[in-house]
């Protein structure tokens, strides 16, 4: 066992209102310079959706993260090492511009500027990469809330026979994305200059940007999407999460100006030694649970003999990630069949439970009720299977079942029934309430434990 | 081992690093030089608080980051002070477009330097060298028909360039002044919207106009934000909960707000709420980002919301006071509503209509203003006058009894007691009239029942023996308001209706009145809002939500609080130094000024009920508006067809007004607006976008007003064009207000100044901070302002001297003058010494103390404050100022603001609530907290919590939530109305016209047959995710996140009925203009309906159209003014005039347009 520490993060998408804060306030922080100028280490997309860059969820076609070989063993999607070396002067697969979104301005100076003419000056778009007129056809965020038609969405065409695109039937949840700070990032491993590093002392996968050729073999490695290629220094770049803020204690500028206040950081502590076990069980819907078993109890006595730093520990036992992930089971990782091991997870959206039940003529406050209700979710629990567990809805179901239980039973406590009993998730009465303090009252203090 | 794993193996030796032992993954620790870039670009040398200025009520306080002098991003402030331990936190607060705001700083769009319109320019120094005279310059550059047409021509066409600010000033001074003297102050307009969230930059152009007796032009109204229904139901303005005290309620209705969007710093108590048990339901047309929370989303027809909640009115009233009584219920609206109040009813044919309250004057009483003091039965058969209605607020025999203490328990129907009569009632859902019978019985002459019998009757609720058609039961179609009425109009289906309709009267009942309706623009912005709002307080009334922490309404549209309201109110109506300011309504403003009103080719009657005794027949609109004027009802700039100077210029200028007036030889201005003796001539607009943004049928504003080219299809040719001869902006971004300007001056932003914030969203005050110092020619408001008025008293000393001014004035609200009916407008003689203007605008005058500081009906009186500001400020060494408070910095003014308001100063909330005691004769202490006392410091250093003051109708202090009216529910205070209860019923004779004395279910207006309207689809603009109003729609960040451009949102439907794809380009036109954008076809939005989101100004991405070949318009393009004339009354309790607390609202919501699909080819 070698225990190593992870800063992570966790959010919660039933809270998440798609305000893009975390967007504007991280590209602003860190990337609104030439090269970067379509690079948002935060997204935030709508979905169903296409995401940002576009379906780059479709690893037939991108390549990323990793497979199992024949012989069970790890290997990068894109190919090995050496495929990469002797590609290494040709194209990787990667997506283009277009495929994010090619950034542009406009001519604001006309406003000012415009001689007296017949009209009314006005500011067209130009392109930032040509700097021609352009008709502007896709952006960071083209679907926004259903904006346009959400159909080519890789995840929705594995649940197409669960879901229908029609007014009646609408529904839709944001999913805030950075970096995942992977266990088993596949971006370190493709790299050919050895330019990427995850830094021991907390997990944070950066880039080298001395070392840094230029080969973009890490934007195909990585199947998020979430590395990027500057195209004025010619070098990658990637969230940071915040390492300059991190390390004086402060929270992620993603986090801290989340207005949903949905994120939560704190240390999660792992077995170094058990991660690419974990990264190979052969059945993909068993990475969540491999995933969770690396994961070590911050309380347990081997972490008192590991080498580490005491606060560390302290802040592990008192972390909100742990809680959410491992104690009461409510948060997911992303895509887990990419076999990176993936470091930021989330709470999937329980809304709106109610409304499936309205057309049944049932109660929907009933608790019982509640739960049959998620089978019958307006967002699908298959849909969210394929993000979150390889679609096993098992570990979807659980998540929601809790949080519904939760709020059956603060309902009972808020309307000042005597004895509220609460519903049967697999939490007590106290974990209930610890949750609920959790995912409703955290403080600052309480949602970033660094 | 493969090669490529030697490779790397190799490479783990030559360098410092971990290498994972199956190669996966290399690990490094610290001390790499490779990441001190981002060290780098994280280092900054300071961090400043600041926030955001104007029309947004996130009041949200932000941290800006300055490097090496130079602002590089924002982040939020997470400092607010507790709210409690049981409860989330008000941090953070912000959104993705106040944390874009620093782009605009040193973006292409900023304005640096002074612009004016070179023809202007031009013309002008030509004119000044030629005379000599800056006045006689501007006087005849704007009297010569061919010049004036020449630069009027040239608004919005380019052609700026830049000028001094010497120039700028001094044409800005020359054009008050020429106008002054030739027209009248009242032809000068100033337009700055929503004070709060900015305060010293409104007040101080405020301040300027008040002083030089120009007309400030309200803006809340004129949003159409302004739930008339507020004034209507409370007497009071607006005024709602706190987002923390969403936290509160147990059972919450979103409806026609899209909070995620438009409060999206407070969307996370709903969120979090939900997780305390909470139920959410969302009611909108389309599925919106509100709907994603919700446990039940009810997709309703547009403008038919008041159907469905006038249904579940009726299952409330049947269930809960019928089927059984529910005593939390009956006790509540005993107390605090007009329920139980006496109805005359009046003879209509052979049968009876409700007329009027019954009053004490009706009993017999000759008291002290019995005409106002309503009556009820007590259980033993005896009409009771009970304290607490307006006839006891302001008569010296009602000091102590303005008070809700019922000393009876009055009856809330007389069933059972006499004979039944059947009542006409209106409907207008196509339905003729409803015949349906209340009990009654006879007091002297009278004939009455009670408001709640009237209400069962208009809600169809059945009870045994009394006669008339009512429904069968809930599944009875024809008859409103059942459940199944409503389900063809709404959609919604009855039984849902019904549903929530139980549950939310019985989780009412349970939690002792938490339930909240939060309601917004979806539900206001429509002509007959008023109905709509009214139908839901009726449900919150009737449920005893209302003064309730977790319950009643919250209105979250363009509300706004400028929690020091008493200070701000002082220095921007320059009432420290005259009074009174005129303060004019800006719908009927715009509406007679732009000439909205002559394509208004409809009778003033067509709208009134099937009940109405014709009294608008024959007259137009406009009539409507003068005959409000002349009843000293609503006050209108210009007021009269003269110069309120030269009437100044009379040894009595009071008596010989009336004596013109009388003589006929005197007009109001509004009854001729086309007349040029009339005209608005000079419009100064700062903190606003007026043509980009709020200015329904902008169109007719470019056509009209301004004398530019427009898209006008049909202009009306006998109207008069090109009526301003100044059109001044100050911004510091271009704007539709700024390339129609002409002059243009660069505003400081809100990283660049002091100045304070406040919001009702939550209960602090945060300043504004300068993190850098306003660059290139840039200034700030203030500064602007008081170069602006040292330029004018220059020229003004000369060539107006001092000169005596009369101002009419409305009946106020919160002041006697309530009681005045229609006796015609106060007129009140206000001396201006104009060479004077510069000096008084940066000193406090003496009026602060001499006549106190009145506010919603008490009067702080601020010796102390004075002495203090003195201290503080330093006192003017000389001029007419000499001995008073200086007042020549923004942040002395945020000081006095603070020194001079109830809720940042607990010694004048404590006078004001001791004021308040001795009216109500009850105990009011303990309210106020007597050593509260926010300094302006105090802000700078992290937002402060406001304590409770009269200001305010709500308890606050650090363990209170604010929620309205939990004063009048917990200390027996009354509302400020006819009864000193909340009204279901309003018994004045227009109201009766409009058939709305009751709540009621009024349709959309139907523009096709009023106005020739062909579109079939109904056109909204809801507020954007993007923007907020017109600012951040320019952004690049903003439009980078988005579609980048205008957009209009439609249904996969009518997309595909009109061949639209998503993307195109498309044109949507109707008679009032035409819009180019491109479409965002999504399944989210329902047929039939298309949104065009607000304020997305015609200056980014906007091509030419192919039905005009000029360029697109705003979404205001499309959209037009109708004045609803019961938003016109007046003196008559709480239906009396104040600055945006009652007026016409700009509605825009019954709009109809065509989309169709135009050439991709684009031109611009």
Redesign the interface.
């Known amino acids: 066992m070698r225990i190593m520490a992870q800063i992570a993060m966790v959010m919660n998408l039933?809270?998440c209102?798609?305000?893009?804060?975390c967007?504007?306030?991280c590209?602003?922080?860190?990337t609104?310079r030439p090269g970067v100028e379509y690079v948002w280490f935060n997204n935030v997309e709508t979905r169903p959706g296409q995401g940002y860059p576009r379906r780059y969820e479709d690893q037939d076609r991108w390549r990323g993260g990793w497979t199992l070989n024949r012989k069970g063993k790890?290997e990068l999607r894109a190919g090995?090492?050496?495929r990469?070396?002797l590609t290494i002067f040709a194209n990787p697969i990667m997506p283009s511009i277009q495929d994010y979104?090619e950034?542009?301005?406009?001519d604001?100076?006309n406003?000012?500027?415009?001689?007296?003419?017949?009209?009314?000056?006005?500011?067209?778009?130009r392109s930032l990469i040509s700097g021609e007129p352009t008709?502007?056809?896709w952006?960071?965020?083209?679907d926004?809330?259903?904006?346009?038609?959400p159909s080519p969405d890789p995840v929705l065409a594995q649940v197409s026979d669960q879901v229908k695109?029609?007014?009646e039937e609408?529904?839709?949840?944001y999913l805030p994305r950075i970096c995942e700070h992977c266990l088993?990032?596949s971006c370190?491993?493709s790299c050919p200059s050895?330019?990427?590093?995850?830094?021991?002392?907390d997990g944070i996968v950066?880039?080298?940007?001395?070392?840094?050729r230029g080969w973009r073999m890490c934007v195909t490695g990585c199947p998020y999407k979430k590395m990027y290629f500057n195209h004025k220094t010619g070098k990658a770049e990637k969230c940071?999460f915040?390492?300059?803020?991190v390390e004086v204690g402060l929270p992620t500028?993603c986090s801290?100006?989340?207005?949903?206040?949905?994120r939560y950081l704190g240390v999660l502590l792992y077995d170094?030694d058990r991660?690419?076990a974990a990264a190979s069980v052969p059945d993909e819907r068993d990475l969540y649970e491999a995933q969770l078993d690396v994961f070590i109890d911050p309380d347990d006595p081997a972490v008192a003999s590991a080498d580490l730093p005491p606060d560390w520990v302290e802040a592990a036992r008192r972390s909100p990630v742990y809680q959410l992930i491992k104690k009461y089971r409510i948060a997911l990782p992303l895509h887990p069949e990419y076999r990176t091991l993936p470091m930021v997870w989330y709470v999937p959206?329980l809304?709106?439970?109610?409304?499936a039940l309205?057309g049944t003529?049932h109660d929907?406050?009933d608790a019982v009720n509640l739960f049959a209700a998620i089978e019958a979710l307006r967002i699908p629990v298959g849909y969210l299977a394929e993000l979150f567990t390889a679609g096993d809805p098992a570990p979807v179901n659980t998540a929601l079942r809790r949080l519904a239980a939760?709020?059956?039973?603060?309902?009972?406590?808020?309307?000042?029934e005597p004895h509220p009993v609460p519903p049967d998730a697999g939490l007590s009465e106290d974990e209930l309430r610890d949750m609920?303090r959790l995912?409703?009252?955290a403080?600052?203090d309480e949602r970033y434990v660094i | 081992m493969s090669a490529e794993d030697v490779l790397l193996k190799m490479g783990r030796f030559l360098r410092r690093s971990a290498t994972s032992p199956d190669l996966r993954a290399v690990y490094l620790t610290g001390g790499v030089e490779g990441d001190a870039f981002y060290r780098d670009r994280w280092s900054h040398d300071k961090v400043v608080r600041s926030t955001h200025g104007v029309n947004c009520t996130g009041s949200c306080s932000w941290k800006v980051f300055v490097k090496d002098g130079i602002i590089t991003w924002e982040a939020q402030q997470t400092d607010y002070p507790s709210v409690g331990p049981d409860r989330p936190e008000y941090e953070p607060r912000g959104c993705p477009r106040g944390a874009a705001f620093s782009w605009y700083t040193y973006s292409p769009t900023r304005i640096r330097y002074p612009y004016a319109r070179r023809v202007l320019v031009d013309m002008y120094l030509e004119a000044r060298q030629r005379l000599g005279d800056p006045v006689a310059a501007w006087a005849e550059i704007t009297t010569n028909p061919e010049k004036r047409e020449k630069y009027q021509k040239a608004r919005g066409h380019g052609g700026l360039i830049r000028v001094t600010w010497d120039l700028a000033t001094e044409m800005i001074a020359a054009a008050h002044v020429h106008t002054i003297k030739a027209y009248g102050p009242d032809r000068i307009a100033g337009f700055s919207p929503i004070p709060a969230m900015s305060m010293v930059s409104h007040a101080i152009g405020s301040r300027f106009v008040s002083l030089i007796g120009g007309a400030m032009l309200s803006f809340y109204d004129w949003y159409a934000d302004l739930p008339v229904a507020s004034p209507q139901v409370f007497g009071d303005q607006t005024d709602v909960p706190e987002s923390a005290d969403w936290w509160d309620a147990a059972y919450l209705m979103m409806w026609g707000a899209n909070v995620p969007v438009t409060r999206t710093p407070d969307t996370h108590w709903m969120a979090e709420a939900r997780y305390r048990g909470q139920k959410v339901v969302v009611v909108s047309p389309d599925y919106n980002d509100a709907a994603t929370f919700a446990d039940e989303f009810l997709s309703v027809r547009p403008g038919t919301d008041g159907a469905l909640a006038m249904a579940m009115g009726h299952v409330i009233l049947k269930e809960f006071f019928v089927d059984r009584e529910t005593p939390f219920f009956t006790d509540y609206v005993k107390r605090f509503t007009d329920l139980p109040f006496l109805v005359r009813l009046d003879r209509n044919e052979n049968t009876y209509v409700p007329g009027k309250f019954l009053t004490a004057r009706d009993l017999g009483s000759s008291e002290e203003a019995a005409e106002w003091k309503t009556v009820l039965m007590s259980r033993e058969g005896v009409p009771v006058v009970p304290n607490g209605s307006v006839g006891f607020r302001w008569t010296e025999s009602g000091k102590g009894r303005w008070n809700l203490n019922l000393d009876t328990d009055p009856e809330l129907t007389l069933h059972g007691r006499g004979e039944p009569k059947e009542v006409l009632l209106p409907r207008f859902d196509g339905g003729g009239v409803c015949h349906r019978g209340v009990p009654v019985t006879r007091i002297g002459d009278h004939l009455v029942t009670t408001v709640f019998d009237l209400l069962m009757a208009q809600y169809g609720v059945r009870r045994e023996g009394l006669p008339g058609d009512w429904p069968t039961g809930y599944e009875d179609v024809a008859q409103p308001y059942t459940p199944a009425w409503q389900e063809p109009i709404t959609g919604v289906p009855a039984d849902r209706a019904v549903r929530i309709a139980r549950e939310f009267a019985r989780t009412a009942e349970a939690s002792n009145g938490r339930c909240m309706i939060i309601l917004g623009a979806g539900t206001t912005q429509w002509f007959h809002g008023d109905t709509i709002y009214r139908a839901f307080l009726s449900l919150l009334l009737l449920t005893g939500c209302q003064g309730r922490n977790g319950g009643g309404w919250a209105h979250y549209v363009g509300q706004e609080k400028c929690r020091p309201q008493t200070g701000w109110a002082l220095l921007a109506g320059a009432t420290d130094w005259s009074r009174p300011p005129r303060q004019t309504p800006g719908t009927p403003f715009w509406y007679l000024h732009t000439d909205q009103w002559r394509y208004d080719r409809f009778d003033a009657g067509e709208l009134t009920s099937p009940l109405a005794r014709g009294t608008f027949r024959g007259k137009h609109t406009a009539d409507l508006i003068t005959e409000a004027v002349r009843n000293g009802w609503m006050p209108m700039s210009p007021t009269f067809d003269r110069n309120p100077l030269d009437l100044g210029d009379a040894a009595d200028p009071i008596a010989h007004t009336r004596a013109e007036l009388r003589a006929g030889r005197l007009g109001y201005a509004a009854e001729h607006p086309d007349d040029p003796r009339n005209w608005p001539r000079v419009l100064t607009l700062w903190r606003s976008n007026l043509l980009g943004s709020s200015a329904k049928g902008d169109e007719y504003f470019l056509h009209h007003l301004l004398g530019a080219t427009s898209n006008l299809e049909h202009p009306d040719e006998e109207a008069a064009t090109g009526k301003l001869d100044l059109l001044l902006t100050l911004d510091f971004r271009m704007t539709s207000s700024t390339v129609f300007s002409d002059i243009v001056l660069p505003a400081a932003t809100w990283y660049e100044k002091h100045d304070l914030s406040s919001t009702d969203m939550h209960p602090f005050v945060h300043a504004f901070n300068p993190a850098i110092s306003p660059p290139w020619q840039t200034k700030t408001d203030f500064t602007a302002f008081h170069l602006i008025a040292r330029a004018f008293s220059d020229l003004a000393k000369e060539h107006l001297g001092v000169r005596r001014d009369v101002v009419a004035v409305a009946h106020q609200h919160d002041t006697p003058g309530e009681l005045a009916r229609d006796v015609g407008p106060d007129l009140k003689l206000v001396e201006r010494d104009y060479g004077a203007i510069a000096e008084k605008l940066a000193a406090l005058g003496p009026l602060t103390e001499k006549l106190g500081l009145p506010v919603k009906g008490v009067t702080f009186l601020p010796d102390e404050e004075v002495a203090w500001l003195g201290q503080r400020c330093g006192l003017v060494p000389r001029g007419v100022a000499k001995g008073r408070p200086e007042l020549d910095t923004d942040s002395k003014c945020c000081e006095a603001i603070l020194a001079l308001s109830g809720v940042s100063n607990g010694r004048l909330a404590a006078q004001g609530f001791r004021q308040l005691a001795e009216r109500t004769g009850t105990d009011l202490d303990g309210l106020a907290h007597e050593g509260h006392r926010i300094v302006f410091s105090d802000t700078q250093a992290r937002p402060v919590h406001v304590a409770a003051s009269p200001e305010w109708s709500g308890k606050e202090s650090h363990d209170r939530r604010y929620a309205p009216f939990t004063i009048n529910v917990e200390n027996g205070k009354p509302w400020h109305t006819l009864t000193g209860r909340m009204h279901f019923f309003l018994d004045h004779d227009w109201m009766h016209e409009y058939g709305e004395a009751l709540p009621i279910y009024r349709p959309p207006l139907d523009l096709a047959a009023l106005l020739g309207e062909t579109g079939t689809l109904r056109y909204l603009t809801p507020h954007s995710k993007w923007s907020i109003h017109s600012e951040y729609q320019d952004n690049l960040l903003m439009l980078s996140l988005s579609r980048g451009g205008p957009t209009i949102w439609m249904s996969v439907e009518d997309a595909a009925r009109i061949g639209v794809a998503d993307n195109d380009w498309i044109e949507a036109v109707n008679r009032n203009g035409v819009v180019v954008a491109r479409a965002i076809v999504s399944h989210r939005m329902p047929p039939g309906t298309v949104y065009m989101h607000h304020a997305q100004d015609r200056l980014i991405d906007v091509p030419k159209s192919e039905a005009t070949g000029r360029r697109g318009g705003i979404h205001n393009a499309l959209t037009r003014v109708l004045i609803k004339p019961t938003h016109m009354i007046g003196g008559y309790a709480q239906l009396s005039y104040a600055f945006n607390y009652l007026g016409p609202t700009g509605n825009q919501r019954d709009e109809l347009t065509t989309i169709r699909r135009r050439s991709q080819e684009v031109r611009y």
């Open positions: 039933d809270k209102i798609g305000c893009h804060t967007s504007v306030t590209k602003q922080t860190w609104n790890l090995g090492r050496l990469k070396l979104y950034p542009w301005t406009y604001y100076e406003l000012t500027n415009a001689p007296l003419s017949s009209d009314i000056p006005v500011a067209p778009p008709k502007i056809s952006s960071a965020n083209w926004d809330s259903l904006g346009g038609d695109l029609s007014f609408a529904f839709m949840f088993n990032p370190v491993a050895g330019a990427l590093y995850k830094r021991e002392e950066l880039v080298d940007q001395d070392r840094c940071t915040c390492y300059p803020r500028v801290e100006t989340c207005v949903g206040r949905l170094a991660v690419s959206p809304s709106p439970v109610v409304d309205a003529g929907g406050e939760m709020r059956s039973y603060m309902r009972a406590v808020n309307l000042g609920y995912l409703a009252l403080r600052y």
